[in-house]
């Protein structure tokens, strides 16, 4: 069996941003970049996915950018997957184009059990797993926290608003990645040096014309100032004509 984890390159979210002159991108003056951090629940459950089938188990994990994201596939590689493939780019795809560039690899590789995080902490669409699935005519379930496979066949528990739900289904099939479903391991010296000898292959991402266009980015308001209304239970009149008319949350 040959598996999949598709990851992605994206700024830390302790990083501080600012909006470019463009208005339409990030300033990526002092940016820090990370593996996404819903992609190494992926990563992790792919590695012990692997581990228990055991055999010619493979794990290849896929990435789409610029050279830039060769630094997340080697913590991938480091953490122990087998291999790397960037499909390299300079553009700047959204998520149909992603998905689309994804699905072709992934075709092409075929890999048939494939783990993504469930967004990426960028964007936020939490779209791409969906997509790619739908490509590749595959099974989706989302959101898992909880994950077993057992021959073609599997079991799934995925988070849904206000409880848990059970999903059986087969292979092939794409696996979205919750916090939850696993601790990732941290990379051993061994696999940093072992990394550091691993091949990744670039390939041209297969490209799309976009579906969307970013027109502009703006930081979310600056907190108002709070106000002391009172000390006491005479206060409390007032308190509620305000969260009435002013903040209309009553």
């Not at 292979?171 to 479903?181: D, F, M, N, T």
């Not at 670039?202 to 709070?226: D, S, Y």
């Amino acid at each position: 069996m040959k598996i999949a984890v598709c990851v992605s390159h994206v700024p830390d979210t302790a990083t501080k941003i600012n909006i470019a002159a463009t208005g339409n991108e990030i300033d990526q003056t002092g940016v820090t970049y990370i593996i996404n951090p819903y992609d190494e629940f992926a990563v992790e459950e792919a590695l012990r996915t692997k581990e228990k089938e055991g055999g010619d188990t493979q794990v290849v994990v896929i990435s789409v950018g610029n050279d830039a994201n060769k630094e997340t596939i080697r913590k991938a590689l480091a953490m122990g997957v087998d291999s790397g493939i960037l499909l390299k780019t300079e553009n700047k795809m959204d998520s149909f184009g992603i998905a689309k560039a994804l699905s072709e690899e992934i075709k092409s590789q075929g890999c048939e059990l494939v783990f993504m995080g469930k967004q990426s902490v960028d964007f936020d669409n939490q779209i791409i797993p969906q997509m790619t699935s739908a490509l590749l005519d595959y099974s989706c379930v989302s959101v898992v926290v909880e994950f077993k496979l057992e021959g073609q066949n599997i079991t799934c528990e995925r988070e849904i608003e206000g409880g848990k739900e059970v999903v059986s289904t087969k292979l092939p099939c794409i696996i979205s990645a919750q916090k939850g479903l696993n601790e990732p391991r941290y990379a051993s010296l061994k696999g940093i040096m072992a990394a550091k000898k691993k091949t990744i292959e670039e390939k041209p991402a297969v490209e799309t014309e976009n579906q969307t266009e970013i027109i502009g980015l703006k930081k979310p308001p600056a907190k108002a100032h709070g106000r002391i209304l009172g000390t006491d239970s005479s206060a409390v009149p007032e308190l509620v004509r305000l969260l009435r008319e002013e903040a209309k949350v009553i």
